[in-house]
């Protein structure tokens, strides 16, 4: 325990473990989970200072049997709660093709979404045209629910001819100012604050535009994030700042970013942000809080800090294993369940889904997937057929290319 | 015509520039109500309102950060870091970020922002407030790097700098705010006030990144200088009599290495100085380039003159900085070599 006594002896440096390692029996008995439908919903324009209790809750909307339930619930129409379920079950589709199209050496890299995809498919149900995301590299749900084309991703992630970065970013690093999805960047953190400042220009202009900044629960430890907060809280910027607390920073536990303050959203009380944790599982309920955040920012009532309490099914990367620092049954017993799932089993209660519509819509899915994928490996993979040309890596490092990248391109012989 | 001082021209560019742009902004720490630590943003905030000339929490990344985040929506800030030593909490902001963004989105993305930001030594300012971190700038590709030398240029380059599409590290000699200081530190500075480079246009006019200016037209050897060590070595040329060319590069990056490869194979003979660290400092860079376009004319041994590699000393002072006595060592021993 922090601060444990040891009496008179000489200190001692306290290192946070979890509690669970590989070979452990998975418990996740310390996630205190509060029933669904028990949270309060306050209105928008509430005082941060009464609320400060939200940062320690968890809002849930969808209960155990799979009712919507209590003042967060009703958000969403029959229609939106289908394509809310199409969106994810694409997403998931999209990750494990794509997945294995890297297994199989079309491409270098890819991280999944398993486990988080009601987070950001929610959260873009949230938003308007023109508002602006600063993702991460796990919040492909904002592309896949804002409609940009599947084809045009798989173009980013095979580095082909008809990459859109023109072979320039990671796969997965993608970039679209059209559909409010500002490029991804590999060094943690940094999005945040630049979502503060592109908050903070659409205030300086008038304009009703308002932006999201996205961060994961280890990269909250950056410093950039607490710039981002100060920033935030200081001018009172349209934006809401979200954390995706899914437990793990590769195979690091969440305890060592978080250190002593109980909950990721209780860093925004310091800063006097309304400050919200939220089922990052239950898609009503991500879209109930993102909706409410959006709401006071386009408002003028100012910035709103949200964590996603999810878990990180798959591995961080492709590039990670797992089984190498936690227990390999720990996602089955992680208590907030599959988003999938859960949203499925509710249009079921509702009476708006079946066992026999789901199978039908996941065929359905997974043929888009893969006509989308025919399509963009006819313009060639990392490895084979069409790529973007080597003079393309000389251009757009400035507007105008200088005389030294000049020089350089003739001494490449391009 | 006007004459200012360099605080005064620098403060008229962003005049001129917040007056004709509306997307222009300018923030920083003490920058908005008190107008800035050397009041180079003095009356900013009362002509164009708080929200666009303001005070910022003590964060040099935030400053930045939220900068590109304002650019990725299509204004044009023009920040301020109150010293140059203060910047690198910022590095990665700008690094990883300002320099990559048009490249990484493919121009979806652009980040046309200014960093101001006073550098150099010469005040007794200590390793905290005379540091010259030029070469750590000019080794990102993305980043145009600019050091103006007297009022009339760092009005111009600096309006250029605020339209420029890309961003800008502005790096301003603070030894050269209120005149040409020559490294004779024992001797009273000429005030711009009398001097003809502070002789400056009321109103909007630019002058061109990646030119360099001959200061000094001659024909025995070539001295590659830039901020303030372009008035140390015309010092140095008095004090040895040698005719010397002296180049004030102004931007470093992109480099004007036309001007450069024309005044060295025309005199044969290369000096290179600067107040920033020697090793790996940008006189390497300026030293490879000359071997490698002026090599058949080159009569002795390119000689780098720079700060020492120790962090800048507070009472050592003028031990540390590169004066015309050093200045003029090299140039002879060039001549003799």
Known sequence: MAGSSTGNGPLQLHVPEPSVRPGDQPDFSSVKIPQAGTVERPPVDVDPRDIRDLAFSIIRVLNRKGEAVGPWAGSLTDEELRDGLRDMMTLRAFDARMQTAQRQGKTSFYMQHMGEEAVSCAFRKAMEPGDMNFPTYRQAGLLIAGGYPMVDMMNQIYSNEADPLKGRQLPIMYSSKEHGFFSISGNLGTQFIQAVGWAMASAIKRDTRIAAGWIGDGSTAESDFHAALVFASTYQAPVVLNIVNNQWAISTFQGIARGGSGTFAARGLGFGLPSLRVDGNDYLAVHAVAKWAVERARRNLGPTLVEYVTYRVGAHSTSDDPSAYRAKTESDAWPLGDPVIRLKNHLIVKGLWSDERHKQAEAEVMDSVIAAQKEAESHGTLHSGGKPSTRDMFEGVYETMPPHLRRQRQEAGV | ?337
């Not at chain 2, 929490?57 to 400053?63: A, D, F, K, Q, T």
């Not at chain 2, 909007?204 to 024909?219: D, I, N, W």
């Not at chain 2, 931007?251 to 790996?280: F, M, N, Q, W, Y």
């Open chain 2, 1 to 337: 015509m006007p004459r200012m001082t360099m605080i005064e021209a620098i403060r008229s560019a962003m005049d001129v520039s917040m007056e004709r742009d509306d997307d222009v902004v300018v923030f920083g720490e003490d920058v908005g109500y008190f107008g800035g630590v050397f009041r180079c943003t003095a009356g900013l905030q009362q002509k164009y309102g708080k929200t666009r000339c303001f005070d910022t929490p003590i964060s040099e990344l935030g400053i930045v950060g939220a900068a590109i985040g304002m650019a990725a929506y299509g204004l044009r800030p023009c920040i301020e870091i109150q010293f140059a030593d203060y910047v690198y909490p910022a590095f990665d902001q700008i690094a990883s970020e300002a320099a990559r963004i048009r490249y990484r989105s493919n121009g979806q993305f652009t980040c046309p922002i200014v960093i101001r930001m006073p550098t150099g030594g010469g005040i007794f300012g200590g390793q905290t407030h005379s540091q010259s971190p030029e070469a750590l700038f000019t080794h990102v590709s993305g980043l145009k790097v600019v050091v103006p030398s007297n009022p009339v240029d760092a009005k111009g380059l600096l309006i250029a700098a605020i339209e420029d599409p890309d961003p800008v590290i502005f790096l301003e000699p603070k030894r050269l705010y209120n005149g040409p200081f020559d490294g004779h530190h024992d001797k009273p500075v000429t005030p711009w006030s009398k001097h003809a480079l502070g002789e400056v246009p009321e109103g909007h006019f630019t002058v061109p990144l990646g030119k360099a200016e001959v200061r000094r037209a001659g024909a025995e050897l070539t001295v590659l200088a830039y901020g303030t060590m372009t008035y140390v070595s015309e010092a140095a040329a008095a004090d040895t009599g040698i005719d010397a060319e002296i180049i004030d590069l102004k931007t470093l990056l992109p480099l004007d290495l036309e001007t450069i490869v024309a005044s060295v194979s025309k005199t044969g003979r290369c000096v290179i100085v600067h107040e920033a660290t020697l090793t790996s400092g940008f006189g390497a860079e300026l030293a490879a380039l000359v071997q490698k376009h002026c090599f058949y004319h080159l009569e002795a041994p390119i000689t780098r003159v720079t700060g020492w590699d120790t962090p800048y000393p507070h009472a050592q002072e003028w031990d540390y900085f590169p004066g015309p006595a050093r200045v003029g060592r090299a140039m002879i021993e060039t001549m003799e070599g």
